[in-house]
């Protein structure tokens, strides 16, 4: 390829590297890092500097042309090779004096996958509107397992018909007017409805052992535009799980609804998204939070074509539609409590609470609304 013969390209250099980000993906240098969120053991990070003689913060917001994440070579295979290239070291400037500080950032095996299920239920019209993105998954055997029971209510439920050829989508489900449009929840009565929600509430919270469920819940600000709310909301739960799940030596695999209809098993580039997570790889921050595990880019797939999306949009509806019913000062219909154990987070005061309990914290979650928003 022309562009690798110049001798500015890093792949001139490393020509047993697969071409990097920067040249696969345009604009990449230019993609703003989009971290809002950083857990306190890193935003305290310090490293040594023998300059100095003392520990001095670390640059955690210099910024990289090209992410510093993990390079795969070019033979790369999963089963085979297996060896891709961790940053070991670099060489940072002293926030202090300038002068170059070695620092190694953390890093940790990876070992395991695990796959995320993602989805989102948007809140317009209430006082405090929101976004909550929920994600539900885990291990691979556990992730089949938990969609075999799916698979089977919905065997039960339409006999008829192929189980992948029709999905629980909440919002079809829950609107009397949605629900006799609909080809299959038109048929079925109030009690039908019922129990299969019933069931698929069993479901979830039967697997409170094995499957991960999150619930972010992200009040919107009256000046910004959704858009900029949904991003800080993906953004901030992303950055929770890579952090937690990398910590386990786990390297997370996201798997979101695509915004709008695409075709079949295509995965589709939603712009805000890919210019948030690619940006945001590319600060020295970001190698913190992923402890140098490697974390492959989200994909944005048809809507509902897996069950984990189905699973993921089930609770996102489910703890939106409490939070909406709690401002309109009613009592929702799917309560929260009855999905078991689920790790709630919003941001608050302390700039992100997280906490895994059983029934969304309302009362927290709307009590640190008003005043603690971080600034746009
Ligand atoms: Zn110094």
Redesign the pocket.
């Known amino acids: 390829m022309a562009e690798t013969e110049s001798p500015n390209n890093a792949a001139y250099f490393l020509p047993n590297v697969r071409r990097l980000r920067g040249d696969v993906v345009p604009g990449l240098d230019l993609m703003p890092p989009a971290i809002d969120f950083l857990p306190p053991q890193i935003a305290d990070a310090k490293m040594y ?6 520990d ?1 913060p670390v640059p955690l917001k210099k910024t990289f042309s090209e992410p510093p994440t993990p390079v795969f070579p070019k033979d790369y295979d999963p089963v085979t090779n297996n060896k891709f290239w961790q940053l070991f070291a670099l060489e940072v400037d ?6 170059k ?1 070695r620092l190694e950032p953390p890093r940790r095996p990876w070992t395991k996958t695990v796959n995320l299920y993602g989805n989102e239920a948007v809140r317009e019209t209430v006082a405090q509107p929101f976004v909550c993105i929920a994600l539900v998954g885990g291990s691979d055997r556990y992730v089949e397992e938990v969609c075999n029971k799916v698979a089977s209510l919905k065997r039960k439920l339409e006999p008829d018909r192929d189980p992948v050829s029709w999905r629980f989508h909440m919002a079809d489900i829950h609107s009397g007017q949605k629900r006799q449009r609909h080809k299959i929840f038109s048929s079925w009565t109030r009690d039908k409805c019922e129990q299969a929600l019933k069931d698929l509430f069993s479901v979830v919270a039967g697997s409170n052992d094995s499957l991960f469920v999150f619930a972010l819940v992200y009040p919107m600000s009256g000046a910004s535009p959704m858009i900029v709310t949904k991003r800080k909301a993906y953004m901030a739960i992303l950055c929770d799980t890579i952090y937690h799940f990398t910590q386990l030596e786990a390297s997370p695999r996201y798997t979101f609804d695509a915004d709008k209809a695409v075709n079949d098993n295509r995965s589709v580039i939603q712009n805000w998204a890919r210019s948030a997570f690619l940006g945001s790889e590319r600060q020295l921050m970001y190698l913190y939070l992923c402890h140098g595990v490697p974390v492959p880019e989200p994909q944005f797939v048809k809507q509902g074509s897996h069950i984990g999306l189905e699973l993921a949009d089930f609770v996102a509806f489910v703890v939106a539609r409490e939070l909406y019913c709690r401002q309109n000062g009613r009592q929702s219909e799917y309560m929260s409590s009855q999905l078991g154990k689920v790790y709630y987070s919003w941001p608050d005061t302390g700039g992100y609470a997280r906490e895994r309990t059983v029934g969304v914290p309302k009362g927290r979650i709307f009590s640190s609304i008003a005043s603690n928003l971080p600034p746009d």
């Open positions: 500097c023998s300059h100095c003689r003392c001095v002293c926030p202090r004096c300038n002068a500080v």
